[in-house]
């Protein structure tokens, strides 16, 4: 069955532009999660959706980052006047399960470069 | 932040020896998940372990919990050169309803044919 998707693949921005991310989830699953990973390091948590509430977004590093939900499924996150140090993988994950209790299945990730 | 930390940060062996690589983090659990990473398949799913459970088992995969040392290990047997990845254990605290997933440093894992 069709896993979790993202889009773009890759993305290069400049430095000041805003971009928009796209997450499709498993069809069904109630939660869905967005991580930053930076070279080297483990996924950090960004935000968290159950249905279309954020319920989390404790990890979201400024006020120029904004995800949202409306619908439910897919999930949009969208960075605003982008900066070098925004340069990571960025991924989604979904759930089957409220939270993180169960597994999460990943999609492939955007890597953003911003030059 | 990460909450737990891999041990070692990286491994190098041959195809066939077993490959161990540690977890420790820092709060109570409800459950620690082991995932693997490369660059083909990106971050995948590998075991989930309770905090009541002491041992679980998945193929090749060993996985054991320590909570009084807040600690995991995970052993692969005869390692193929298909497991070089990197490894990450994400732990889920306890709390009511929703449990955030927090992810550690990772072991690089490099399987030599």
């Known amino acids: 069955g069709a896993g979790v998707s993202q889009s773009p693949r890759y993305k290069v921005a400049k430095r000041g532009q805003d971009v928009a991310l796209r997450c499709d989830p498993i069809s069904g699953h109630v939660s869905l999660f967005w991580y930053q990973q930076a070279l080297g390091q483990g996924p950090e948590f960004l935000t968290y959706f159950q249905n279309e509430a954020q319920l989390d977004k404790s990890g979201l590093p400024s006020d120029r980052f904004f995800a949202e939900r409306p619908e439910g499924s897919v999930s949009t996150l969208k960075i605003q006047r982008t900066q070098q140090e925004d340069s990571a993988v960025y991924l989604c994950?979904?759930?089957?399960?409220?939270?993180?209790?169960?597994?999460?299945?990943f999609g492939p990730g955007t890597r953003l470069t911003v030059t | 932040s990460q909450q737990g930390e891999e041990d070692p940060q990286a491994l190098s062996i041959q195809e066939g020896e077993n490959a161990t690589m540690n977890c420790s983090y820092k709060?109570?659990?409800?459950?620690l998940q082991w995932y693997r990473q490369n660059s083909g398949r990106g971050l995948v799913h590998l075991i989930l372990?309770?905090?009541?459970?002491r041992e679980k088992h998945s193929g090749r995969l060993r996985v054991t919990l320590d909570t009084s040392k807040k600690s995991s290990s995970l052993l692969i047997t005869a390692s193929r050169a298909a497991d070089t990845a990197s490894y990450f254990c994400?732990?889920?605290?306890?709390?009511?309803?929703?449990?955030?997933?927090?992810f550690g440093t990772g072991t690089k894992l490099q399987v030599i044919p």
């Open positions: 994950a979904s759930s089957s399960s409220a939270g993180g209790t169960y597994e999460q299945y």
């Open positions: 709060t109570s659990i409800n459950n």
């Open positions: 994400a732990t889920a605290p306890i709390s009511g309803g929703y449990q955030k997933v927090t």
């Open positions: 372990i309770r905090s009541n459970e």
